[in-house]
T-cell receptor, first 114, second 112 residues
Framework: ETGVTQTPRHLVMGMTNKKSLKCEQHLGHNAMYWYKQSAKKPLELMFVYNFKEQTENNSVPSRFSPECPNSSHLFLHLHTLQPEDSALYLC?????????????FGPGTRLTVL | GQQLNQSPQSMFIQEGEDVSMNCTSSSIFNTWLWYKQDPGEGPVLLIALYKAGELTSNGRLTAQFGITRKDSFLNISASIPSDVGIYFCAGRQMDTGNQFYFGTGTSLTVIP
């Protein structure tokens, strides 16, 4: 596997379900991110982890719960979601040591909440 | 948060034509990135810019970091059908660490 991978690629869940999204980066990076992408809107940064520590939580509802067990893996735990949470969820990683700190994205998980 | 204005929102062009799109912000940025996103995929980094006035090419793509540090341009020359997709700009301010702000995207359609 190379780059940033995400599973599952598609997920349909009911509002009472609990599910998790998984992201893995194979780039040796030390920072990881969750973004939400909705139609006609800019990418919304949700969470940032630097060296496994959460450094940003952009007013994300508590029904989204991130977990970063190590610098290569990032999870987004979902429970009691709302239909408006349906979107493409993108994971990204970067090397926080570099001034440039360019972010590389995974393919995303297309989430539909019924 | 910071808003980036990206234009145009969409473009329909003939194969072989050149394309130009731009991104502006109300704040000064120290980094501009341009990404392309194909349907069902994540954004792929095309070009990164780090200095005001910098002009960088990647094949048929050329991007510039505006001298005011509040804008950036992406040009695609001699477009081909595989250029179809959504192009995003992203910018970072000096004091916001890892955080990049993203434009709303330019949807490009190339008509063979």
């Amino acid at each position: 596997e190379t780059g940033v991978t995400q599973t599952p690629r598609h997920l349909v869940m009911g509002m009472t379900n609990k599910k998790s999204l998984k992201c893995e980066q194979h780039l040796g990076h030390n920072a990881m991110y969750w973004y939400k992408q909705s139609a006609k809107k800019p990418l919304e940064l949700m969470f940032v982890y630097n060296f496994k520590e959460q450094t940003e939580n952009n007013s994300v509802p508590s029904r989204f719960s991130p977990e970063c067990p190590n610098s290569s893996h990032l999870f987004l735990h979902l429970h009691t979601l709302q239909p408006e949470d349906s979107a493409l969820y993108l994971c990204a990683s970067s090397n926080a040591w570099l001034v440039n700190n360019e972010q590389f994205f995974g393919p995303g998980t297309r989430l539909t909440v019924l | 948060g910071q808003q980036l204005n990206q234009s145009p929102q969409s473009m329909f062009i003939q194969e072989g034509e050149d394309v130009s799109m731009n991104c502006t912000s109300s704040s000064i940025f120290n980094t501009w990135l341009w990404y392309k996103q194909d349907p069902g995929e994540g954004p792929v980094l095309l070009i990164a810019l780090y200095k005001a006035g910098e002009l960088t090419s990647n094949g048929r793509l050329t991007a510039q970091f505006g001298i005011t540090r509040k804008d950036s341009f992406l040009n695609i020359s001699a477009s081909i059908p595989s250029d179809v997709g959504i192009y995003f700009c992203a910018g970072r301010q000096m004091d916001t660490g890892n955080q990049f702000y993203f434009g709303t995207g330019t949807s490009l359609t190339v008509i063979p």
